[in-house]
Structure formats: C-alpha cells, structure tokens
C-alpha cells in the first residue's frame, strides 16, 4: 500500500515537472503579439496579444532593428524624436497596462532594441495598442517589426527542479519500502496453514 501511494507521487510530481520544463521553453520562444508599424509618423496600431506566461520577471516589446551600427551607447540617436505609449487591453477594453517610451528608454538588449518592458498579467487574450505620438527622425523604412517576448532569467525553471526532486525522492523511498519488504514476502507472504496447526 505504501509502495503504490509513494509510486504515484513520484509519477504525480514527474508528470509536473515535465509539464512544467515543457512550458518553460515554450515562453523562451513564445511572441505573445507581433505588428508592423511604421515608427517614423504619427499613428496608432493595434494587434491581438495572448499572454501564456505570468512568472515572467517581465515583458518587453522589441524592434526587429537590423543595422550593424547600432550599440548601447548611441541605440537613442537611432530612433531620436521618437515618443508614444504602448496600452494593454483586456476583451472588454479595460486598460491593464499602459507604458510610455521615447528614444531615451529605449535599450539594447541581445539583437534588438526594446522600445517597452512591463509586469506580467493574468493569462488570456488581450489587445495591444501602440500610439506613436512623435516619429523617429532617423529610422530607414516604413515597415517596422514590433514583437512581445518574455523575459526569463532561468529561475523560472525552479518549480520543475524541486517537482522533479520530490518525484525522485518518493520514487527512491518506494524502491527502499520494496528492498525490505520484498524479502518478507518471499518468505511468509504465500505460507498456508493446515488443517492440524502445522505450516
């Protein structure tokens, strides 16, 4: 009996950690919204957003900027002039989050610009408006990639570390009832009693 509810344990808590480890590295990839804008004119634009991650220590909104020249020291002077907001909406068009940015906030972090982070928000689906209040001066182009990616450190991945403990503890505890019991069993688990008190 023990044997068996330490067993399930084990498969209970595995299956977590798997689940667990498989949505980690779907975040890692996951682009909760993408949108073409053109960052140089006024304008607003809109786009679905369907947020999947909420242990995310943020999120930030990119810009699929390709130019060999841009580094963290003059990113600004790239998009300078630009300024507007970036607003979250649930379905019935409540605002969840709003950020603003300009060329000052904006950062370069791994391949491409950020041009907004925020705290996460409860799973769904959502809109996402982005308000150019003031173009970009300098940007080359019209049609300018913008996409949403969570941000993870790594730590995000503890749950399925410490599920994955808890299954590999039980299981070990379950093979350690096995070892003793097992013995026990061979030996007097299937003995019969006869008729004159004699086994």
């Known amino acids: ?37 053109d960052l140089r004119t006024p304008s607003t634009h809109s786009a679905p957003f369907t947020q999947t991650c909420v242990v995310a220590h943020s999120q930030s909104i990119y810009v699929a900027y390709e130019n060999p020249d841009a580094n963290d020291k003059n990113i600004a002077e790239h998009f300078a002039g630009l300024k507007g907001t970036v607003t979250i909406r649930n379905p019935t068009g409540t605002e969840i989050r709003t950020e603003h940015f300009d060329a000052e906030s904006i950062r370069l972090w791994g391949d491409d610009p950020t041009l907004v982070g925020f705290r996460p928000f409860s799973n769904g689906e959502y809109t996402a408006e982005i308000e150019i209040q003031h173009g970009a001066s300098k940007i080359e182009g019209t049609q300018h990639e913008l996409y949403a990616r ?50």
């Not at 808590?13 to 949108?35: C, L, V």
């Not at 039980?170 to 019991?181: G, N, R």
């Open 1 to 37: 009996m023990f044997i068996l509810a330490f067993v399930g344990v084990s498969i209970y808590f595995g299956i977590r950690a798997w689940n667990w480890n498989s949505d980690f590295h779907e975040w890692i990839d996951a682009k909760p919204m993408q949108m073409t804008v």
């Open 150 to 199: 969570n941000d993870l450190c790594g730590l995000e991945l503890l749950p399925a570390y410490v599920q994955g403990a808890i299954s590999a503890v039980a299981l070990l505890i379950a093979i350690v009832i096995a070892c003793f019991t097992a013995p026990l069993v061979a030996r007097h688990g299937f003995r019969t009693q006869l008729p004159d008190g004699k086994g």
